[in-house]
C-alpha cells in the first residue's frame, strides 16, 4: 500500500510541476527545456526508491523555479541567443550549404528523407531549408514551386471555419454547448431525428450551415469496391 502511495504522488507531483511549468516544456524542446524535463524526472522518481519524500518534493520546486526563471530571461533579445541555440542553414536558393550540414552533422541521405518527408524531392525547388533551435527542419519552397493560392487567381474564398465537437467517444462536450447558446435538449432532438444514440457516436461536429455532423460507429460496406480497398485482412 505504501509503495502505491509514494508512487502516486510522485506521479502527481510531476504532473503538477509540468503543468505549472506550461506546455513549453514538453512540446518542441530546446536544449535547457530537455535538460530540465532530465533532471526534473530524476528529482521526482528519487522518492519511489528512498524515503525521504518531502526533500525530493523540494528540490523538484527549486528546480522548477529555475526553469521559470530561465524561461523569463529568455524573452530578453541579448540573452535569447546566448540561451538558444541560432538556427542553421541546410539549403539556400536551391544549393545545399555544406557547412550547415557540418556543423549539425547531418550526412546527406538523412537530409533528403527529412525533405521527402515535408513533401520535396528536388533541391532545386527550395528558397531555404533550416534547421531550427529545436532541431525540427523548416523548409520554404521557391515562389515557382509554392501551392497556388486563391490570392494568385483572384478568387475569393469564404472564412475558414472549424467544426466544432459536440461529442466525443459517445461523451457530450457540454462547454463547447454552452459556446454555441444551445443546450442538452437541442441536442438529444436533433438525435433523434436521425435516430442516433449518444453513446454510439464517435464524433459529432456542429457545422457552419447548422447542421450537425454524425458518425458513428457503424461502417458502411463497400463490398468488391476498388475505391474503398483497406490494407490488411478485414475486407
Avoid: C
Wanted: charged share 20%; aromatic share 10%.
Amino acid at each position: 500500500m505504501e509503495t502505491f502511495y509514494r508512487t502516486f504522488l510522485v506521479f502527481a507531483v510531476g504532473y503538477l510541476f509540468l503543468r505549472i511549468t506550461g506546455k513549453k516544456a514538453v512540446a518542441q524542446m530546446h536544449t535547457f527545456d530537455l535538460l530540465y524535463i532530465l533532471i526534473l524526472t530524476n528529482i521526482i522518481s528519487t522518492p519511489v526508491e528512498v524515503t525521504n519524500m518531502g526533500k525530493a518534493i523540494t528540490y523538484a520546486g527549486i528546480t522548477v523555479i529555475l526553469y521559470k526563471i530561465f524561461i523569463r530571461l529568455s524573452l530578453h533579445n541579448k540573452l535569447r541567443w546566448m540561451l538558444y541555440e541560432s538556427p542553421t542553414v541546410l539549403i539556400h536558393n536551391g544549393d545545399i550549404d555544406r557547412k550547415g550540414l557540418k556543423k549539425v552533422r547531418m550526412p546527406m541521405n538523412e537530409l533528403l528523407s527529412h525533405l521527402r518527408v515535408k513533401g520535396y524531392t528536388d533541391i532545386q525547388s527550395i528558397s531555404i531549408a533550416v534547421m531550427e533551435a529545436t532541431g525540427s527542419i523548416s523548409v520554404i519552397p521557391k515562389s515557382d514551386y509554392r501551392p497556388v493560392q486563391p490570392k494568385d487567381l483572384n478568387l475569393h474564398v469564404k472564412k475558414e471555419y472549424i467544426p466544432i465537437p459536440l461529442i466525443l467517444d459517445g461523451q457530450v462536450v457540454y462547454h463547447n454547448l454552452k459556446y454555441l447558446q444551445l443546450d442538452h435538449s437541442w441536442l438529444i432532438g436533433e438525435l433523434e431525428k436521425r435516430g442516433e444514440k449518444i453513446e454510439e457516436i464517435t464524433l459529432a461536429t456542429y457545422q457552419d450551415d447548422g447542421q450537425l455532423f454524425i458518425d458513428n460507429n457503424e461502417i458502411s460496406g463497400h463490398q468488391s469496391d476498388l475505391y474503398y480497398y483497406k490494407p490488411g485482412r478485414d475486407n
